[in-house]
């Protein structure tokens, strides 16, 4: 039986007009009887299906008791029923008719904000009439666009095929589980639209005249029917929160929404821009042939990265002014520190002139108490970004298993002791775990004094290794500042092999200065136990070690019985990007290599990487046991680390990001005489703030750009003898839009600046 077939037997009229229109899991037709439109769809039979039909019926028709034209109005067939099960090519379908709408689709027009509160308006006086109708279908019903069951969408993840899209969405499903989910069960309940997007409301001028399909109706929190008209009006646009504040004015109107309910709303909506990119990508990869599953796709990514740069405590505030209801007063920065200072000694140092009290963070950007959102272009710890959604997944899990010492057997130690030393050169395959990058400085003189039977350390100038007594021995950074202990006996310091200020330039700088340190050296030859260094020297300025360097003062220390340390913790995991590791960039291997910070991600772990030789010669003395070093939830975390590094391509996200932030800074230099030099690789970089025309450092200068960055809401800090480096170091998922934002903001100031 055909349609017209279907039409004339079932409801007793010709239709010489059939067109068919798009649908998403059903068929749907515009029917043309005389003068007369309808819309006319049919479903594959299911008798849950059927249920649900029936409900949404009965829904219109409760509506349609007071309905002026707004919904649409079932049509019975001639048996008087409103759903028939008939055969149509064959196949079993359930057929319905409905009332057709006029109207203009809000997707169709320009709308201005008018329009928008129209919809919050229209939305909340429908619900008004839903407000008691109940029906035990729609209680029942648990499916995933209804969004207190946000967390059915999860297993579409794996369907995401772009792995920094899919940790986007993976990090709001935890953030849903931590600030919406706990207050579900208090939320007051009704029959909800639940799909009021732009293609199912109906405009007839400025003002909202009807909403169709009916079909995600669901018994759930009243505040989602407004989240999710809030999200629709808002996720094409630049400035998505100023359109949501427009719907949710016109639905409080109507329906006073409560505080508890107005504090989910940030959340919501990312959740249900979640929900759409879920199940489009899903749909994508079972039915690629249906363009209509990923209509609002790219709208909803747009928009998901615009959410994440919004702080949610301004989201709420806005929402909350919005609505007329007072914003919380929290306590002043100047309390704030007055109560750290209380308990907490002033050697604890914050950053900056105006300190900040911040209240969560994500990927690049941090968000303040205060409701702003700081670009993160310095916090190198959470190496691939704040709040990592699959970093944050492995320590909740493995949290909740089981979480022990390293006395006890469990295959995450074996296993990602293998998966990190695959990271490095095949001599280096033994790693002792720690919980810190200082832990590890210790433990690794301690081993190299094992081993050689030696007791002299030398140390490069400006270094540091950690806060324990030895890494502040072997620190000149700490030993030598103005309330430092001063440089021990055992230590031997040479000099940095910097070729912008320092004694040697040029090409040929690196072997000039390893000349040098073979004068020093030779002056305690047969004395030494380890030469320690990093790749770039951070606390000095950001400063790479002297190309062929390292090639030469590594034999020099071998040959007289030392062992070579690399100090990795800032400079290693891809941070580089042309290179894993830091002495990779020097071309040299080294005996040992101490590793922490980003390892983590910002979980407390470090390790000490060395060669089986070097480790026999420890295991001949006392035993090694560290309380937390090795733990299965710092395995959990550790593995994920190195997992997202790969999967999401960070290391070449170092390198390309990397060289065009470099590459701008350059050409910020010769705009801007008072940059002397910018240096480093990757995502490790220094600028050297300079007076015009001179190699001498301008600390005032470098104070003012960090600060002002600071009033611009962009991160960085500033290093070297006379912290007068800006050093940008951000978490890998830094991207190019987001080294622009510093070079601007670097620009206007370093133009502004009047000395």
Same mark, same amino acid.
């Given at each position: 039986m055909g349609l017209k077939e279907v039409l004339?037997?079932?409801?007793?009229?010709?239709?010489?007009?059939?067109?068919?229109?798009?649908?998403?899991?059903?068929?749907?037709?515009?029917?043309?009887?005389?003068?007369?439109?309808?819309?006319?769809?049919t479903y594959q039979y299911t008798k849950p299906l059927w249920d649900i039909l029936t409900a949404e019926n009965t829904v219109l028709l409760h509506l349609a008791k007071t309905n002026t034209g707004d919904y649409p109005v079932p049509i019975p067939l001639l048996d008087s029923n409103y759903l028939k099960v008939v055969v149509i090519d064959g196949k079993k379908n359930i057929i319905r008719l409905l009332s057709f709408l006029e109207g203009t689709?809000?997707?169709?027009?320009?709308?201005?904000?008018?329009?928008?509160?129209?919809?919050?308006?229209?939305?909340?006086?429908?619900?008004?009439?839903?407000?008691k109708f109940d029906d035990y279908v729609l209680k029942a019903r648990t499916w995933e666009w209804d969004l207190q069951h946000f967390h059915l969408n999860k297993k579409f993840l794996p369907f995401i095929e772009n792995r920094r899209n899919r940790s986007l969405v993976h990090y709001f499903f935890q953030q849903y589980e931590i600030h919406v989910a706990p207050f579900l069960p208090v939320l007051r309940k009704q029959v909800i639209h639940n799909d009021a997007n732009e293609w199912n409301l109906l405009l007839k001028g400025a003002r909202v005249s009807g909403i169709i399909d009916f079909g995600d109706l669901t018994y759930a929190p009243l505040v989602n029917e407004v989240a999710i008209a809030m999200t629709y009006i808002?996720?094409?646009?630049?400035?998505?929160?100023?359109?949501?504040?427009?719907?949710?004015?016109?639905?409080?109107?109507?329906?006073?929404?409560?505080?508890?309910?107005?504090?989910?709303?940030y959340y919501l909506i990312a959740a249900r821009l979640c929900t759409s990119v879920c199940n489009a990508a899903y749909a994508k990869r079972m039915h690629p042939e249906n363009s209509y599953v990923a209509v609002s796709e *790219?709208? /909803?990514?747009?928009? !998901?990265?615009?959410?994440? #740069?919004?702080?949610?405590?301004?989201?709420?505030?806005?929402?909350?002014?919005?609505v007329g209801f007072k914003n919380q007063k929290k306590g002043t920065t100047d309390d704030l520190l007055k109560r750290r200072q209380k308990h907490l000694s002033s050697i604890l140092s914050v950053s900056y002139m105006k300190p900040i009290p911040m209240s969560g963070s994500a990927f690049q950007y941090m968000y303040d108490q205060e409701g702003n959102t700081f670009l993160d272009a310095y916090n190198n710890i959470p190496h691939v970004g704040h709040c990592h959604p699959k970093v944050?997944?492995?320590?909740?899990?493995?949290?909740?298993?089981?979480?022990?010492?390293?006395?006890?057997?469990?295959?995450?130690?074996? *296993?990602? /002791?293998?998966?990190? !030393?695959?990271?490095?050169? #095949?001599?280096?395959?033994k790693v002792f775990f720690v919980n810190s990058g200082s832990a590890a400085s210790d433990l690794a003189i301690r081993m190299a004094k094992a081993h050689t039977k030696k007791e002299k350390i030398c140390v490069v100038e400006h270094g540091y290794h950690g806060n324990t007594q030895i890494s502040i021995d072997i620190s000149d950074y700490k030993f030598n500042s103005a309330k430092g202990q001063g440089q021990k006996d055992y230590i031997i310091k040479t000099k940095l092999p910097d070729t912008f200020r320092g004694a040697y330039t040029g090409s040929g700088a690196g072997a000039h200065y390893a000349d040098d340190f073979k004068s020093l050296i030779a002056k305690n030859t047969e004395q030494i136990a380890a030469f320690i260094a990093e790749p770039i020297v951070g606390c000095g300025g950001q400063i790479p070690l002297a190309p062929d360097y390292l090639k030469k003062v590594y034999p020099m220390i071998r040959e007289q019985g030392g062992i070579c340390i690399s100090d990795e913790v800032q400079t290693g995991f891809g941070r580089l990007g042309d290179h894993f590791w830091g002495f990779e960039m020097h071309g040299v291997i080294p005996d040992m290599v101490i590793l922490g910070k980003p390892m983590g991600n910002g979980h407390p772990i470090g390790a000490v990487v060395t060669t089986d030789e070097i480790a026999a010669s420890f295991e001949k003395g006392v035993e090694f046991f560290s309380s937390f070093g090795g733990n299965p939830v710092s395995c959990a975390v550790g593995l994920s680390v190195l997992e997202v590094i790969a999967e999401e391509g960070l290391q070449q996200n170092a390198k390309a990001v990397g060289d065009y932030y470099k590459e701008m800074l350059t050409a910020l230099q010769k705009k801007h005489k008072t940059i002397g030099d910018v240096r480093g690789s990757g995502l490790f970089l220094g600028i050297d703030i300079v007076h015009a025309g001179t190699t001498n450092t301008h600390h005032k200068l470098a104070q003012y750009l960090k600060n002002g960055l600071r009033q611009r809401h962009i991160l960085i800090s500033t290093d070297g003898p006379d912290d007068s480096v800006l050093k940008t170091k951000p978490p890998l998922c830094f991207t190019k839009t987001d080294a622009e934002q510093v070079v601007e903001a670097l620009d206007k100031l370093l133009s502004e600046y009047t000395g």
């Open positions: 004339q037997g079932e409801y007793g009229f010709q239709a010489p007009e059939i067109k068919k229109l798009v649908g998403y899991a059903n068929a749907n037709y515009l029917v043309v009887n005389n003068t007369n439109r309808f819309i006319f769809k689709f809000v997707g169709d027009v320009t709308i201005a904000k008018t329009i928008a509160k129209s919809i919050g308006t229209f939305l909340g006086k429908m619900d008004i009439q839903l407000e808002a996720y094409d646009k630049d400035n998505p929160l100023v359109w949501a504040c427009s719907v949710l004015q016109g639905y409080h109107d109507s329906v006073p929404l409560k505080e508890d309910e107005i504090a989910l709303l *790219e709208n /909803a990514w747009a928009m !998901l990265y615009r959410w994440i #740069k919004l702080n949610p405590v301004m989201v709420n505030q806005e929402f909350r002014s919005t944050v997944a492995a320590a909740q899990k493995q949290m909740s298993v089981l979480n022990t010492n390293t006395r006890y057997l469990y295959d995450l130690l074996p *296993e990602y /002791a293998e998966k990190l !030393l695959s990271k490095f050169p #095949k001599s280096l395959n």
